[in-house]
Nanobody, 115 residues
Framework: QVQLVESGGGLVQAGGSLRLSCAAS????????MGWYRQAPGKQRELVAT???????HYTNSVWGRFTISRDNAKNTVYLQMNSLKPEDTAVYYC?????????WGKGTLVTVSS
């Protein structure tokens, strides 16, 4: 059974930084993609960033240059460094693992950016 546990959310002022972490446990196979999605109130869940096990990264345009995704394959952990945060970044952030055709999700961590 695969489990994803996020940490690092919280309240921050605009312009500040936060670092999210997500640890995956269970039967984790190589060749997977880990990533972060977010869902703001009243909006659909959207992709924020992904990273393959080989280190290839993808970002949505709105976070380009402000957010950095990274991972530690030995620890099955993915990170999201968020800088220059804006009020519109406020959302619940979900960790995602895409592995062998299956999508796994964490429970989410709330990020609130005050203006």
């Amino acid at each position: 059974q695969v489990q994803l546990v996020e940490s690092g959310g919280g309240l921050v002022q605009a312009g500040g930084s936060l670092r999210l972490s997500c640890a995956a446990s269970g039967s984790i196979f190589s060749g997977n993609v880990m990533g972060w999605y977010r869902q703001a109130p009243g909006k659909q869940r959207e992709l924020v960033a992904t990273i393959t096990s080989g280190g290839i990264k993808h970002y949505t345009n709105s976070v380009w240059g402000r957010f950095t995704i990274s991972r530690d394959n030995a620890k099955n952990t993915v990170y999201l460094q968020m800088n220059s945060l804006k009020p519109e970044d406020t959302a619940v952030y979900y960790c995602n693992l895409d592995m062998r055709g299956m999508m796994y999700w964490g429970k989410g961590t709330l990020v609130t950016v005050s203006s």
